[in-house]
């Protein structure tokens, strides 16, 4: 046990992970397909998947995202007031803002483009019908007017409440530049959410140290309840998009690290263990907001002021992983019902989906919606999304994944443009280590 303790908190993670899984496996075995199994204890009998499934692994696992999102409308406004009001350049916003929008939609673009490219060589999806009774119903997304009139509060407290990202981040913007034109007021008002920053930030140090027991937890409950006979079946479209997942993730984030920073990719890679683990295990990049603006600006080295704006942005609007799913999907589900796209086709199925990622930012089911709206501009059933449901939890956690390490590279370009980078931070090994001692010490 005390080896155990002794290890990062990464490699804790990774425990937790690897045990969950196992767990999960060996429950799925001995459930073997029926509602529940009854272990006789003397005068009663426990029931396995309610006690363990339903009961302690729903439970821990969803009391550690809890844990996680209960910090971040926090975290996104005392982190963006501290970061907004610290600019002493007012042009200096809106070059962050020009800059993050351009390098998030371009990253979501080349994401596409490369996801239809593979799918396209390798056809995942012939050979394939269609079931019977699939039957999707597409939510209707918002229109570009609804969706820039929403990015507005009417009550700042209500979205902060409703969780609702973009509103907070545009009041936490006019509250953070208000503040930064107020004088010694302002200045004062500063100092007292420099303090909050703080204390929020410990916080969320403190909370990391129950991520190996609640990673563990949703990985057993996952691997307990999904239908690996319909992984099998799918097996080839699952294959290409973790692929296409993959090489987004590890050479075209390299390549474009490289290109406008000359930061080394393999170093920028090491250090998003830990944030690539969370986003994995949660399925929610705001979830993990907490540990991706940690990472960004403990580890890689970019500046509060830069961070705090680029990485809630990123949360909110960047969707290369959802981009890279739908991609793949639209090109699968033509071939399921064998219809040809043109090139214009693909074309428009790559233009509708990187504005769709800002569009549809805010709405539950983002990713499903996304596609469903792709499926309409080309004129494809939608309810071939109804093959791909089954394993889609497995590839949301990995486009997560690449969704945070996405957020994270454009908060590196960005700073280190803006003269807001430490090199030295980012290329020491030892970075954040005193965050790593913590968590240990309190163990």
Do not use: W
Not at 25 to 46: N, R
Not at 263 to 283: E, H, V
Not at 319 to 340: E, H, K, L, R
Not at 427 to 437: Q, V
């Amino acid at each position: 046990m005390s080896k155990v303790r002794s290890l990062s908190l990464t490699s804790r993670i990774m425990v937790g992970m690897v045990l969950g899984v196992i767990v999960g496996f060996i429950f799925q075995a001995i459930l073997a397909g029926e509602d529940d199994f009854l272990v006789p204890l003397g005068l009663f009998s426990l029931p396995i998947k309610a006690f363990f499934v339903d009961g302690i692994f729903h439970v821990g696992g969803q009391i550690f995202i809890a844990s996680l999102k209960m910090l971040v409308v926090p975290l996104v406004f005392v982190s963006l007031v501290c970061g907004t009001c610290s600019l002493s350049d007012p042009k200096k916003l809106g070059r962050l803002g020009g800059k993050s929008i351009l390098l998030y939609l371009a990253t979501t673009a080349i994401a596409i483009t490369v996801a239809i490219t593979l799918a396209l060589l390798v056809n995942p999806g012939e050979g394939i019908n269609l079931p019977s009774d699939a039957n999707y119903s597409a939510k209707e997304a918002p229109t570009l007017a609804q969706v820039i009139i929403g990015m507005f509060p009417t009550n700042p407290i209500d979205a902060m409440a409703s969780g609702n990202m973009l509103q907070v981040i545009v009041f936490a913007l006019l509250f953070g530049v208000a503040m930064a034109l107020s004088g010694k007021a302002g200045q004062r008002v500063a100092n007292v959410f420099e303090d909050l920053n703080t204390v929020i930030l410990k916080l969320v140090t403190l909370l990391m140290n129950i991520a190996p027991y609640g990673v563990f937890f949703l990985m057993a409950k996952l691997f307990t309840t999904i239908d690996l006979k319909l992984i099998k079946s799918l097996a080839l479209y699952f294959g290409v998009v973790v692929f296409a997942l993959l090489f987004h993730g590890l050479v075209n984030y390299s390549v474009l690290l490289k290109l406008f920073t000359g930061l080394n990719p393999i170093t920028f890679l090491k250090k998003m263990k830990n944030a690539c683990l969370f986003a994995f295990s949660t399925s929610s990049s705001s979830a993990t907001m907490p540990i991706t603006l940690e990472t960004a600006s403990k580890k890689l080295g970019a500046h509060n002021s830069v961070a705090s704006f680029t990485v809630p942005l990123g949360a909110t609007i960047n969707m290369d992983g959802t981009a890279i799913m739908q991609g793949v999907a639209t090109v699968f589900i033509a071939q399921v019902f064998s219809v040809d796209l043109t090139i214009s086709d693909y074309l428009m199925v790559i233009l509708t989906a990187t504005l769709a990622s800002v569009g549809t930012a805010g709405v539950p089911g983002v990713g499903l919606i996304m596609l469903a709206m792709v499926l309409n501009q080309v004129g494809l059933p939608v309810e071939g999304i109804a093959i791909i449901i089954g394993v889609d939890r497995l590839l949301d956690m990995t486009r997560t994944a690449v969704n945070v390490t996405g957020d994270c590279m454009v908060t590196c370009v960005v700073a280190k443009s803006e003269g807001e980078f430490d090199e030295d931070v980012f290329n020491d090994p030892n970075a954040a280590k005193d965050l790593e001692d913590y968590h240990k010490s309190i163990k």
